[in-house]
């Protein structure tokens, strides 16, 4: 599967998909609670099974008043 990091450049790495966002997001040290993860223009939740044939798109969260 691709994953393509937007923190803060772009960078796109290929890791073996088929299992869920949860495992992925440990293997690339990516906190799920200060990032939105999209897929196919929707954000997913850590349960999510992301198959080896999928791009993800990992983006930092951002808020501020």
């Known amino acids: 599967m691709k994953v393509i990091l937007h923190r803060p ?3 796109e790495i290929e890791i073996p998909g088929g299992r869920k966002l949860i495992e ?11 990032h ?3 897929r196919n223009n929707t954000i997913l ?7 080896d044939d999928e791009v993800i798109e990992v ?3 951002v808020s501020g008043g």
């Open 36 to 38: 939105l993860v999209v």
């Open 59 to 61: 983006f930092p969260a």
């Open 9 to 11: 450049q772009r960078k």
């Open 45 to 51: 939740t850590r349960d999510e099974f992301i198959r």
């Open 24 to 34: 992925i997001a440990r293997e690339l040290n990516i906190n799920l609670e200060s």
